[in-house]
């Protein structure tokens, strides 16, 4: 009879001895130890600063839990803050190399890469004139109201993430003041933009000639970022998305860079990244179904 190898067991103390640091770290009634948990299968134990964790990623999670505790002395450990700390272990290190920097500063702190491949799209844009970034009509007349209301459902993710980067009143001065300009597509023809930072979002649902006519657009001491993913197009059957199009027209063309997500890129709640590998699993099967009936 053999006996069963000991479960891995991890006992420490974080320090120095703060409650309110501690309570940062573990959340209203532990919740953020019960998400390690979940997510790493080992069981979280602390009395006080002692902390013991059993099982078998027992020393994953021991470094989890330093480094989010030294984050407790500048900022809020949420659940969702976790989670990115879980996808950055597992994506894994930079290489020794490289030692680019692979952040951008905002007034309301940093956005950091998460992960190889954010960190080659964000050293594509300052190393590119033209990024794309590529995940796997314009009927404007047939909504109700003004401009400003027949589009903004569909910018109101932009303005989200400029407010959550910015702030609200910083975001409004700067639009009042044209230094930022969000616009739909339809209105971008016969300009040119110089000396700006051009980003089109949701890029699948342009057509070719639309893709043509924005990359055109692109002025002196500009720099543009297109991103979309093309499982997601809105464009009318027998309709080529403008972004699958550019890829192949563009892949060797000096000075464009393309950065290609996947499921494992999604920084997101755990269960959406599940989803997301779910339907890629059907969509792998059903590709390698035979079509039809048997003759």
Sequence with gaps: MVASAPEPRREFELGPSDN?????????????????????DVRIHRRGDTFRVSGAQAAHAENLLRELFALTQSEDITPERVHLALRE???????????REHGVRVPRGGIRAR????????????????TFAVEAGERLGFLPGDLT???DPYLRPMYDALYEMMGFDRVAR???????EVAPLAFMRGRSLNDSFIILDEAQNTTIEQMKMFLTRIGFGSKAVVTGDVT???????????????????????GVAF????AHDVVRHPLVQRIVQAYESRESRESREPRGGSP
């Design 20 to 40: 309110a640091r501690l309570a940062n770290l573990c959340g209203p009634l532990d919740e953020n130890l019960r998400l390690l948990e979940t997510r790493l």
């Design 89 to 99: 272990h597992e994506a894994g290190p930079p290489a020794e190399e490289d030692t």
């Design 115 to 130: 992960g190889a491949h954010q960190r080659d799209y964000l050293e594509h844009i300052r190393t590119r004139d033209l």
């Design 149 to 151: 209301q027949k589009v």
């Design 174 to 180: 700067f639009i009042e003041r044209n230094v930022i």
């Design 232 to 254: 997601q197009t809105d464009l009318p059957a027998g309709k080529q998305s403008g972004l699958s199009h550019v890829v192949d027209v563009l892949r060797a063309v000096e």
């Design 259 to 262: 950065t290609f997500f996947d």
